[in-house]
């Protein structure tokens, strides 16, 4: 049995700062035998804005068919979800948020239907990752962020305790998080961590 990562390139941008970590996490994590990974560029998949009709509150389904359509079953089949995003005027990029608004399909779900997300046999064995960077060095740049992230992964059935981090300063332009020091380093052993975790859960 594979273990599956599912990563999301969530900038405007293409192959900048934030897409780049992530191409490491998941180069590290593939370099592992038995991982399969794919990566989702959030600017081309087509996912609209959450309209706020609370429809899905009714039938846990959007009624939006876009590029999400197919992604809310696949954020929940795979063991590792990896976010990636920089930030933008102190919170995540339009296309990164609207990512996570749509999961609002998932807390419907759980909290107003009563469904199970995930089977309970999955309960405590999936992670969540998130890499993010950003263009200033205040010690609170990525604060309002992380909630935000943090949503996203507890209403797709990941625990806080299971979620991990890579948030790097000070990489304003394009190409700046190829010259940090210790950033790629940081995101293999991010990557081979969480292969190494996912492995002793699913016991393969």
């Known amino acids: 049995m594979p273990i599956t990562v599912l990563g999301f390139a969530g ?6 700062n934030s897409e780049t970590l992530l191409d490491w996490v998941l180069e590290a994590m593939a370099s592992e035998p038995g991982v399969e990974h794919e990566k989702v560029v959030v600017v081309d998949a087509e996912i609209k804005p959450c309209r706020g009709c ?10 939006q068919k876009d590029g999400m359509t197919t992604l809310y079953e696949r954020i929940l089949a795979v063991d590792c979800v990896v ?9 995540l990029p339009a296309q990164a948020k609207a990512l ?16 199970p997300v995930i089977p309970e046999e999955r309960r405590g064995q999936r992670l969540g990752l998130f890499l993010g960077t950003a ?36 990489v304003d332009e394009s190409g700046a998080v190829r010259r940090h020091p210790t950033a790629k380093e940081e995101a293999r052993e991010l990557g081979l961590g969480a292969v190494a975790t996912l492995r002793e859960r699913l016991g393969i």
């Open 54 to 63: 609370n429809a899905c509150e009714r039938t846990g389904d959007c009624v």
């Open 135 to 170: 263009g200033q060095d205040w010690d609170h740049v990525f604060e309002a962020a992380l909630p935000s992230v943090k949503c996203f992964y507890h209403v797709a059935g990941v625990r806080e305790r299971d979620m991990r981090y890579l948030l790097v300063r000070s």
């Open 83 to 91: 976010l990636a995003a920089p930030i933008y005027c102190m919170g």
């Open 100 to 115: 996570v608004d749509r999961a609002q399909v998932y807390r419907s779900r759980k909290y107003v239907l009563g469904w």
């Open 11 to 16: 900038s405007p941008r293409r192959h900048g």
